[in-house]
């Protein structure tokens, strides 16, 4: 019987072989053919580097060259900070880079990463340049035509980045405690504070609403001095703005300092018209009191000259936002208002900036403390571009142009700034003055709904401002807010989910079923800005020199495959400018264009 | 009533009937687990598959409860188990079928009375076979196999036939000590199929070889009893098993699986459940968790291996020389290891991947480096003991040199606490490798690594757990291995114990 046993086992094991596929049954005459056409000497090793957080991304994009016959050195770095310190130091062959574009025009997303003279920038070509600038003096339906050439220019022809995906932008709420409809998500800018309110309108002043960042070292708390996911939020809270953007980025004098504004014929003068029922408050004993500091038109002047101008302090990372400004002033003959018309339309300036305003104006005051909006004395502040640029309102509303208090920033960087020392002068907006401990000395003037009281490695406390628009819709609901530092998405998801924070800005594309599975949970999703690509080295290594690698790569990225990974939870990108112009330019991969590209990098 | 107290003493000092009672006993609960799985409490779905197995482990359970029950019987009434008891064995060797590995070496455990460790071997020397060939024919089910999958399917089946061959030859024809000599032909052959990395062969092969060929009774008789002290605690033998197992599906492997199921990312199937193409499901890249952690197999034991043996010859001639040497440089060489000894190891692990990157050769130098010194002072506490017998001082008489008295008499002496100590520690030694990869400071994280696959598997713990249950039962059952292995070369090696 055994033998039996073992002559069938053994003849169903022959049938069994018989049929199976071998590997290279399957792919057989694909495979031989790749290997006959490849016929180089050896594989072109490409150094990928990228932080742990984009992992993920970067396996695809590992995954997508070694299928194109590449070979992926990985140089995975575990936080921002080491990231960037390889990138400067040019580790690197392609790097995973992101780009959000928060003031919601389409100048941003290209001036800073692709101009030659950009913060950002490591690419160095005058047709680009031309083309930024051209661009820039475009109003939208012109400029769609243009930005298509640019981005043909960057990807296509020169091959500068190689695009990946657009991101969404989600945000889980806490509907136990939160009501979700006050809470706003807009495509560009950072969320507003003051709207949200919790369900039970009681606990305003006995809670407080517990939100999440990632990054808790923060660059600082003078809006000039940074732009990244450290402070935008915190600041945008922090300062008031001449201008706001709305959730889909249309520029809007709601929840800003100005009650109007207007667009002078020539698009290169900006009217403002301010309002008078907000005051800097500060810290005191741990609680915000108002100074009795009105903001006015001084203080608006002073913040976006010292916005302008590069060497109005150290560290300035936000100037090339703002050089498009020319001048700011201060307008107190109404006349000029009389005689300005409004660009591409009728009736005057003043027309404009007067609609729907409680009171005419019947004069305009260059002492804030004179203005008086009731009796029809208002503060216009005009802004003057070099040249016609209408996007400079989006500028406008970005954080970096929150207002601050010209007296106490003059009282507190009274440092040279030529000879400033990092370790002996504390200049406005230090972190060291509001962290815990001995160097807290807590100086700032704010003008926004919030003022940040203290923070720690862990959270930071703010209260609200007991001056911003008190008794109006737009007072501030809560009366604080903490923000806690929790650098992981997933441990953020967690507190989310146990109830820790109300508010969780970042859900990963992964979880979104997890928070919408989830009964006290809320999930919010809108377009966003961001948009991740490989940024190519552009000093010492091989794909800088040549284009035709660079090329070979770019071809390699099959985007398809990304938004598979991600369930459909991202956009196919084709620049940084791709989710804010629909210029309708597409990268498809190609497999035969990469051996091309490549074949014709060796021959070089 | 004096046969009665024999008979009690017989059940008493049985080994049979406490293994039979174990085989039960795990059975059953292996029978729970798959009853717990078939039956989803969130839908109320009942997966037939888990059902059956529920089915297939209970059957075996009860009939094993059976069989121990007429142990149980035959041994009080007749002080030995009888051959129709013995014969049911042969029946529950059907569980070999159901993968119940308890119940196939329990059978054949019972079937032969007369248990000489070859036999021993050879038993478990063809489980790890037929198990390396069960778990590489997983593979016919996924849309292709490797190329060379056929040959190699057809090479481990000749080989397992071969095995069943000389299963049968131990059983009818070796010995307590001796074996006839023409089977020194066959343990050449035996040996030779250790190269699949199954090395109950090697032992098999070994052991025939000293049996047929030496004389030397003593010898052979310490061979027995060792090896007879291992394979009595049965879950040494399982561990040892299940490592074995390991180490021959990671040589295996190279033949049977496909690299690329592993590492390359195929987005048609990403976080697909468990079924028959891919047994384990796949993963957020839609690459195969069974032929992962197959190939995660072969890292985990290189890294384990690797860095354990290391720290144990370095730390072993460091402890070695500080223990036969003057108080000086026993001061200086143990006041040294202190130092490092004062530094959290995975600290220092960590440490040394941040600085010079993450990679296997990197991993293993960092857990190796940590763990010097407890093996340095192991070796010299045994060095010290053992220098004082009087075999060291005739030696030291007639004038040997000092590095050959300690190489060749002392540290030979005192190796057996160093094996149990690298044995427990090996487990270890795959925890730190898991751990660091898990943190993402291990190898890259597309490589299949436990910790790895155990990371992925982390982030969907709620809606795909079956990504961080497997991996994770992998490491712990390696681990458990380990040790328990660990605790039977304990058992088997420290003389105190004798």
């Known amino acids: 019987m055994g033998k039996r046993l073992l002559i069938m086992m053994l003849a169903l094991i022959v049938v069994l072989a018989g049929c199976v596929k071998t590997k290279s049954d399957v792919s057989g005459e694909k495979e031989s053919g790749e290997t006959k056409g490849g016929g180089g000497s050896g594989k072109v090793t490409i150094e990928l580097l990228g932080t742990s957080a984009g992992e993920e991304d970067m396996n695809i994009v590992r995954d997508q060259l070694i299928k194109n016959g590449f070979d992926v050195k990985l140089n995975i770095q575990p936080d921002y900070g080491s990231f960037k310190a390889q990138r400067d130091a040019g580790n690197y062959d392609i790097a995973l880079s992101s780009w959000t574009t928060v003031t919601g025009n389409p100048d941003y997303a290209v001036r800073s990463l692709f101009k030659s003279d950009g913060d950002n920038s490591n690419i160095n070509d005058s047709e680009v340049d031309g083309l930024i600038e051209k661009a820039s003096t475009e109003t939208p339906d012109e400029f769609k035509e243009t930005y298509k050439q640019l981005e043909q220019r960057i990807v296509g022809v020169k091959a500068y980045i190689a695009p990946l995906y657009i991101s969404f932008k989600a945000q889980g709420i806490n509907n136990d405690v939160l009501n979700p409809d006050t809470v706003r998500l807009a495509k560009s800018r950072a969320i507003a504070w003051e709207t949200i309110d919790f369900n039970d309108a009681a606990k305003r002043d006995a809670a407080a609403l517990i939100t999440q960042q990632a990054i808790g070292s923060l660059t600082s708390l003078d809006p000039i001095k940074g732009n990244d996911g450290s402070i935008n939020t915190l600041n945008t809270n922090m300062y008031v703005r001449l201008v706001n953007l709305t959730d889909d980025d249309q520029v809007v004098s709601d929840g800003s300092l100005s009650y109007n504004y207007a667009i002078g014929d020539g698009n290169t003068d900006y009217y403002f018209i301010l309002r008078d029922d907000i005051n800097f408050a500060k810290v005191a004993d741990g609680k915000a009191v108002d100074t009795g500091d009105r903001v006015g038109a001084d203080d608006v002047v002073f913040s976006l000259n010292r916005a302008k101008d590069k060497d109005s302090v150290p560290d300035h990372r936000t100037y090339s936002l703002h050089e498009s400004m020319k001048e700011v002033e201060i307008v107190t003959d109404i006349a000029e208002l009389e005689e300005a018309k409004v660009s591409g339309g009728e009736g005057s300036v003043l027309e404009a900036l007067g609609a729907g305003l409680e009171s005419e104006i019947s004069e305009l005051v260059d002492d804030k403390t004179a203005a008086d909006s009731s009796a029809g004395k208002y503060q216009v502040v005009k802004v003057t571009t070099k040249e016609a640029f209408p996007q400079v309102l989006n500028y406008l509303a970005h954080q970096s142009a929150g207002i601050v208090s010209k007296q106490q920033v003059e009282s507190i960087n009274t440092y040279d700034v030529a000879a400033f020392d990092v370790n002996k002068d504390i200049p406005y907006g230090d972190q060291r003055t509001v962290t815990e401990g001995a160097t807290y000395d807590n100086h700032l003037y704010a003008s926004g709904p919030y003022i940040l009281v203290k923070k720690n490695d862990y959270q930071a406390d703010f209260v609200k401002n007991p001056a911003y628009r008190a008794g109006s819709e737009f007072e501030p609901k809560i009366s604080e807010v903490t923000v806690r530092f929790i650098e992981d998405a997933d441990s953020s998801l967690s507190a989310l989910r146990n109830g820790e924070i109300h508010l969780f800005n970042g859900v990963p594309e992964t979880k979104y079923e997890l928070v919408e599975n989830d009964d006290k949970l809320v999930l919010q999703k809108n377009d966003s800005n961001a948009v991740t690509y490989l940024l190519f080295n552009g000093a010492d290594r091989e794909v800088a020199k040549s284009e035709n690698l660079r090329k070979a790569v770019l071809y390699s990225i099959n985007q398809d495959e990304f938004l598979n990974f991600y369930q459909g939870n991202k956009k196919k990108a084709y620049s940084t400018v791709s989710p804010l112009v629909d210029t309708g330019n597409e990268l498809v991969a190609d497999p035969a264009k990469v051996k091309e590209f490549l074949a014709e990098y060796r021959a070089e | ?498």
């Open chain 2, 1 to 498: 009533m004096e046969e009665k107290l024999k008979n009690r003493h017989a059940l008493a000092v049985s080994r049979e009937y406490p293994q039979a009672n174990f085989t039960w006993i795990i059975s059953l609960i292996l029978s729970l687990i798959f009853l717990g799985n078939s039956f989803s409490f969130k839908t109320g779905d009942m997966n037939m598959v888990l059902f059956a197995f529920f089915i297939a482990y209970l059957t075996t359970a009860l009939f094993q409860f059976f069989i121990a029950w007429r142990m149980k019987h035959d041994l009080l009434g007749h002080g030995e188990i009888r051959k129709g008891t013995r014969r049911l064995g042969y029946v529950q060797l059907i569980s070999l079928a159901t993968g119940n590995v308890f119940a196939a070496a329990f059978a054949f455990n019972i079937i032969n009375k007369r248990k000489t460790p070859e036999y021993t071997f050879a038993v478990y020397m063809f489980l790890t076979q037929l198990f390396v060939i069960a778990i590489s024919a997983m593979n016919i089910f996924k849309p292709y196999v490797t190329d060379t999958f056929p040959v190699a399917m057809a090479v481990l089946l000749g080989i397992a036939l071969f095995h069943v061959a000389v299963l049968i030859i131990v059983a009818k024809s070796v010995k307590e000590v001796e074996a006839p000599r023409s089977l020194g032909v066959v343990a050449v052959i035996v040996l030779l199929t250790a190269v699949t990395g199954n090395i109950f062969a090697l032992l098999l092969g070994w052991s025939l070889l000293l049996k047929s060929m030496s004389n030397d009774r003593s010898r052979i008789m310490k061979w027995n009893v060792m090896w007879e002290k291992i394979t009595r605690n049965s879950m040494a033998a399982m561990g040892m098993f299940f490592i074995i197992l390991m180490l021959t599906i990671s040589v295996v492997s190279r033949f049977t699986f496909d690299y690329d199921l592993a590492v390359a990312n195929d987005y048609g199937n990403i976080l697909q459940q468990p079924s028959l193409a891919y047994p384990f499901g796949t993963d957020n890249f839609g690459r195969d968790v069974f032929s992962r952690i197959v190939f995660g197999a072969r890292i985990s034991l290189i890294v384990g291996f690797a860095s354990t043996v290391i720290p144990a010859v370095i730390g072993g001639f460091l402890g070695g020389i500080a223990g036969y040497y003057s108080t000086r440089t026993d001061n200086v060489i143990m006041r040294l290891l202190d130092i490092l000894y004062a530094i959290p190891g995975i600290l220092l692990a960590i440490a040394i991947i941040a600085a010079f990157g993450a990679n296997t050769m990197n991993l293993i130098i960092a857990l190796s480096v940590g763990s010097i010194p407890t093996y340095a002072r192991t070796m010299r506490a045994n060095v010290l003991m053992v220098s004082n017998y009087d075999f060291v001082d005739s030696a030291r008489a007639l004038g040997t040199s000092d590095m050959s008295i300690i190489f060749k008499q002392v540290v030979p002496n005192s190796m057996a606490p160093m094996i149990v100590k690298s044995t427990l520690t090996i487990g270890g030694a795959v925890i730190a490798t898991s751990s660091l990869s898990y943190l993402g400071l291990g190898v890259e994280p597309h490589i299949p690594e436990w910790g790895n696959i155990l990371r992925v598997g982390s982030t969907y713990l709620e809606s795909h757990s079956y990504l961080a249950v497997f991996p994770g039962l992998a490491i712990i059952l390696l681990v458990l291995s380990f040790n328990f292995l660990g605790d039977g070369l304990r058992d088997a090696l420290d003389p105190r114990l004798d």
